[in-house]
């Protein structure tokens, strides 16, 4: 299959089905990485961050629903993101669920739902971007996590243990 060349990234020429739904990907994927940063800096439990929380949340249904598309056009080529894609939208929802009667769990799945997002996007275009691109490929599946998890584990701490003002 050949590919067209999109500011600087090869793009799968795979009929406009594909490209109808890489666009939607695209742009909910930007809206999931901004809302998600967004709710995970704002005062837990705030308006703000429940309104960024459920934006992310219907952001990363419709990354996931795209995602879908595009692997079923391209399964070969796109099975390891499915899989991917699955195990973070499945995280998303359990952190939602959890949101009210074990944080701990929402903190943790949420944290993780980001984390894979992060994953399978640097999987799939890590060597195509700048920088990223002198990194080796097993770097595309771990920085993600080796950055995102001590910011997890920092976050259930410090809900688990919240500074008094003196401490500040």
């Given amino acids: 299959m050949d590919h067209i060349d999109i500011l600087g990234t090869p793009v799968p020429n795979a009929g406009p089905v594909f490209f109808a739904a890489l666009a939607i990907h695209i742009t909910a994927g930007i809206t999931c990485v901004g809302c998600g940063a967004s709710a995970a800096l704002t005062r837990k439990g705030s308006p703000r961050h429940r309104r960024f929380g459920r934006i992310y949340l219907w952001s990363w249904a419709v990354v996931y629903v795209t995602l879908t598309v595009m692997s079923t056009i391209r399964w070969r080529e796109n099975a390891h993101l499915f ?55 097993v770097a595309y599946w771990l920085l993600p996590t080796l950055i995102g998890s001590p910011l997890i584990a920092r976050a259930i701490a410090r809900r688990r243990h919240p500074r ?4 500040a």
Avoid: E, K
């Avoid at 008094?164 to 401490?167: E, G, K, L, S, V």
């Fill in 83 to 137: 899989v991917i894609g699955t195990l973070g939208f499945t995280a998303a929802l359990t952190g939602y669920a959890n949101r009210r009667h074990r944080p701990d769990l929402h903190i943790l799945a949420m944290g993780a739902s980001y984390v894979l997002l992060l994953t399978g996007f640097y999987i799939d275009n890590g060597p195509h971007l700048p920088l990223w691109d002198r990194l080796p490929t």
């Fill in 164 to 167: 008094t003002p003196a401490q």
